[in-house]
């Protein structure tokens, strides 16, 4: 099936192959987001949904194909590049947060801006409105064990916020909230990226949440099989 392709995509995958052994996790993927454009990725389990978030992101090399982040293309950079890359231009939301435990959550929050060059005093003035913004202002000194699922999970959030990225891939981002908390916190999230032009990329199994996106991507068998796009 042909999805439609923006003019200018911030962030697009053309051709993407990329192959475990013998098998295909992708089989020649075209996606596109565009800014401030939120994009859901459904399919079953090991439909080729993380891999093509990893690799859009540069975690993974694709074995054929290009990426491309503002009409640049990324996927040939080198590993230090794409390193230097995530940090600076991407945001990151994993299932199990995957906060440092020797911080505290307004540290965790600022960890982006601090290792991009910024000062630690902007930084974690930044970090204590995030936190707020997401319902945490009293938890800033808190660290990770200090802290329930969801209250990490928004930690979490509000880090890959900080720095105001180009593209958020958000993997699971409401799978350890509840209901309520998942639903607030996405609004924030989504709210943000509007505001500063970030494309998201969502990969989650809710079809709750995936519905109430803009745009719904399905992926089966390492291909998409449908792009839908709200009229």
Not at 20 to 29: C, D, K, P, Q, R
């Given at each position: 099936?042909?999805?439609?392709?923006?003019?200018?995509?911030?962030?697009?995958?053309?051709?993407?192959?990329?192959?475990?052994?013998?098998?295909?996790?992708?089989?020649?993927?075209?996606?596109?987001?565009?800014?401030?454009?939120?994009?859901?990725?459904?399919?079953?389990?090991?439909?080729?949904?993380?891999?093509?978030?990893?690799?859009?992101?540069?975690?993974?090399?694709?074995?054929?194909?290009?990426?491309?982040?503002?009409?640049?293309?990324?996927?040939?950079?080198?590993?230090?590049?794409?390193?230097?890359?995530?940090?600076?231009?991407?945001?990151?939301?994993?299932?199990?947060?995957?906060?440092?435990?020797?911080?505290?959550?307004?540290?965790?929050?600022?960890?982006?801006?601090?290792?991009?060059?910024?000062?630690?005093?902007?930084?974690?003035?930044?970090a204590r409105e995030w936190l707020g913004r997401l319902g945490l202002g009293g938890f800033a000194s808190r660290r990770p064990g200090e802290l329930s699922g969801g209250e990490a999970q928004r930690v979490a959030i509000a880090r890959a916020l900080s720095h105001r990225p180009k593209v958020i891939f958000a993997d699971e981002p409401t799978g350890a909230l509840d209901t309520k908390t998942g639903r607030d916190t996405m609004d924030a999230l989504l709210v943000?990226?509007?505001?500063?032009?970030?494309?998201?990329?969502?990969?989650?199994?809710?079809?709750?949440?995936?519905?109430?996106?803009?745009?719904?991507?399905?992926?089966?068998?390492?291909?998409?099989?449908?792009?839908?796009?709200?009229?």
């Amino acid at each position: 099936m042909t999805h439609p392709l923006t003019a200018q995509p911030m962030l697009a995958g053309r051709g993407l192959i990329k192959r475990y052994g013998t098998e295909h996790a992708l089989a020649g993927v075209d996606i596109d987001v565009a800014a401030g454009e939120a994009t859901a990725i459904v399919g079953p389990s090991g439909s080729g949904k993380t891999s093509l978030l990893h690799v859009l992101a540069g975690i993974l090399a694709p074995d054929a194909g290009q990426v491309f982040l503002a009409g640049q293309r990324i996927d040939q950079l080198s590993e230090t590049k794409r390193s230097q890359l995530r940090q600076r231009e991407f945001g990151f939301v994993f299932q199990s947060g995957l906060l440092v435990d020797e911080l505290t959550a307004e540290e965790n929050v600022a960890l982006p801006t601090l290792l991009g060059g910024g000062r630690k005093a902007d930084a974690l003035r930044g970090a204590r409105e995030w936190l707020g913004r997401l319902g945490l202002g009293g938890f800033a000194s808190r660290r990770p064990g200090e802290l329930s699922g969801g209250e990490a999970q928004r930690v979490a959030i509000a880090r890959a916020l900080s720095h105001r990225p180009k593209v958020i891939f958000a993997d699971e981002p409401t799978g350890a909230l509840d209901t309520k908390t998942g639903r607030d916190t996405m609004d924030a999230l989504l709210v943000t990226a509007r505001e500063t032009g970030a494309a998201v990329l969502i990969v989650t199994h809710d079809r709750e949440l995936a519905d109430s996106l803009p745009r719904i991507v399905s992926i089966r068998d390492g291909l998409i099989t449908s792009g839908v796009r709200a009229a």
